[in-house]
């Protein structure tokens, strides 16, 4: 069963450990090595981790039956912003993404959150038809410069949060 387990600064090597095995397996089609090696230098330092878990951002382990498979990161506010939503490859197509799609979708409605907003690069298909079937559309396109001469080619998507629309499953895996 997969469950969720807020994140603490303990688990932060743990996190940086996970984020590079997945990055550097996940994005070598879509990323230069050395772009690769840039953002997790960026997004996954010590320091910014750390802040973020102390400020109370929403980063979160995603394990099954004991093993750390993946994590994810959010901003619950009036509108909940995805930041981070990774699996380990051999665990992707097991229907953990939407499992851990619906978790957050209903963290966001006892929230009275609406909506879930994310960024997602472009050339990633195998994740926008993910979170298409979580119901999920493109609402805008990005290009952020996010420095060393590198930039972030997105999409913006969105998922309105209604008790209509959250899957009737959202608590039925441990989350």
């Not at 743990?14 to 840039?38: F, G, N, S, T, V």
């Amino acid at each position: 069963m997969l469950t969720f387990r807020p994140a603490t600064v303990e688990d932060i090597p743990l996190l940086r450990e996970l984020a590079a095995d997945i990055w550097q397996r996940c994005y070598k089609e879509m990323l230069a090595p050395a772009q690769i090696d840039y953002m997790l230098k960026w997004m996954y330092g010590v320091e910014k981790i750390r802040a973020e878990i102390v400020a109370g951002m929403g980063w979160e382990v995603l394990e099954l039956e004991g093993e750390l498979i993946g994590y994810l990161s959010a901003e619950y506010g009036a509108d909940v912003k995805l930041h981070k939503l990774y699996l380990r490859p051999e665990q992707q197509g097991r229907g953990f993404a939407q499992q851990s799609l619906a978790h957050v979708m209903e963290l966001a409605r006892t929230r009275g959150a609406a909506p879930v907003i994310l960024n997602v690069n472009k050339h990633n298909m195998r994740a926008i038809r993910a979170y298409e079937r979580a119901g999920f559309s493109v609402v805008d396109a990005v290009v952020n410069d996010i420095g060393g001469g590198y930039v972030m080619d997105d999409f913006i998507m969105a998922r309105v949060i209604t008790p209509e629309t959250l899957p009737q499953t959202s608590t039925a895996f441990g989350g």
